[in-house]
């Protein structure tokens, strides 16, 4: 059974207080605008729509719980970097994305998305350091790997976990491409990991 099909949107909320209580272990979805977040999340749940895509970044404007059959919540933040909204919106996501992140009890992991081909951005940066400090692990997607040619993508890849090892094994890495839905059960593993379920483990890429 896949961990993430039939998720179900359960909430949308624009500020912390908003967040509604926590009802078992969450997982947050966060990248860079227009990095294929939205993508990346209905590919891993096998719907065209459950996540708003959109060819303008930061459409994305609040935090979307979705929750998965185990129990669990999927939790897709705002896109954050050169969305196209004012400074003020833009402030207002960067503190609610770092009061989820830092504050968040029941979050036990974040999947950061990044394009394969500009990982690691200054923002990307800032995000990591907003989370590593908790001690949770993160798990890099690199999508739009299909965009690259397979020793381009395997370099990315490489100087990705060779950029983020100093934070040693609770941060791994990955291919992912929506286009090909290439990378899923590798992520649906890892995730499952840190849920304590029992799911194959995708062979190494």
Known sequence: MSLFRNATFEISVAQSAALPPAQGAEIAFAGRSNAGKSSAIN???????LAYVSKTPGRTQLINFFRLNCGAALVDLPGYGYAQVPEKVRRQWAGLLE??????ESLIGLVLIMDARHPLT??????IGWFAP????????????DKLSRNEANKSLFAVRKALAELGGRVTV?????????GV?????????????????AAEK
């Open 134 to 145: 908790t001690g949770k692990p993160i798990h890099v997607l690199l999508t739009k790997s």
């Open 174 to 182: 990955q291919l992912f491409s929506s286009l090909k839905k290439t």
């Open 122 to 127: 200054t923002l990307d940066h800032a995000m």
């Open 99 to 104: 009061d989820y992140l830092r504050r968040r």
């Open 43 to 49: 590919t891993l749940a096998g719907h065209t729509r």
């Open 185 to 201: 059960e590798e992520c649906e593993a890892v995730v499952a990991g840190w849920l304590g379920l029992d799911m194959p483990v």
